[in-house]
């Protein structure tokens, strides 16, 4: 019930697509679902989150579509340039006290072609 | 640099050794995190600190792993007599009391051979 389903595992998109990764999750006491973005030898780095309440959410060129009955969520990169090739991992937690007990996909490598 | 910081970066140790990690958080975040990248995986949850007390520990985090967050400051991570399954990435994160961005360190990669 813990788990974060993430698809595909690797994708590869020309520049000025449209790079698209969902996820799935089970436990429905998740509220909170981020987005992070790694490069190799770094750490994860936030990119976008969202709460239940609201469908969808958008910054700059990412957006995340968040569908709560379906319990799935996708991140959307739009005009994808090279240098977004990275790995990017969908999370989820259940908000404690604050406390972030983030719950990870197992990550997409996105490559962007030029 | 006012980010999350580990040390080392890296460590190579053998089989039954023990190591020590460091994580200097951003400042005047309250919550420290621990968590474990192996090759190909996303990170996995290990520990949380809120100012000095550990709040919460996966089931991950064996017998042989101990945190501690003296002053509610920075973090040391020990894994006693090291497994070649201890491997991995060791990411620290920080986050304030206000702000629930979690921000990660560059993290410490553990090899026991």
């Known amino acids: 019930q813990q788990q974060v389903k993430q698809s595909p595992q690797s994708l590869i998109v020309q520049k000025g697509g449209i790079s698209i990764i969902n996820c799935a999750y089970e436990n429905t006491a998740f509220d909170y679902f981020p987005w992070y973005q790694q490069f190799p030898g770094k750490g994860p780095a936030l990119l976008i989150a969202i709460r239940p309440d609201v469908s969808e959410k958008k910054e700059g060129r990412f957006t995340i579509s968040f569908n709560k009955s379906a319990k799935q969520f996708s991140l959307h990169i739009m005009d994808s340039q090279p240098g977004d090739s990275a790995t990017y991992f969908c999370a989820a937690s259940p908000q404690f006290q604050g406390a972030q007990k983030l719950v990870f996909g197992q990550g997409t490598r996105l490559t962007i072609n030029p | 640099d006012t980010g999350v910081s580990q040390n080392p970066r890296h460590k190579i140790t053998k089989r039954g050794q023990n190591v020590t990690f460091r994580c200097d958080p951003i400042s005047e975040h309250n919550r420290l995190y621990w968590y474990r990248q192996t090759l190909g995986q996303g990170p996995e949850f290990l520990t949380y600190?809120?100012?000095?007390?550990?709040?919460?520990k996966s089931r991950l985090l064996s017998d042989r792993f101990s945190a501690e967050r003296p002053k509610g400051s920075f973090s040391t991570l020990e894994i006693q007599r090291t497994e070649q399954g201890d491997s991995a990435m060791y990411l620290c994160?920080?986050?304030?009391?206000?702000?629930?961005?979690?921000?990660f360190g560059s993290g410490t990669q553990l090899s026991v051979l």
């Open positions: 600190f809120q100012n000095e007390a550990q709040l919460e």
């Open positions: 994160a920080s986050s304030s009391r206000i702000n629930e961005k979690l921000f």
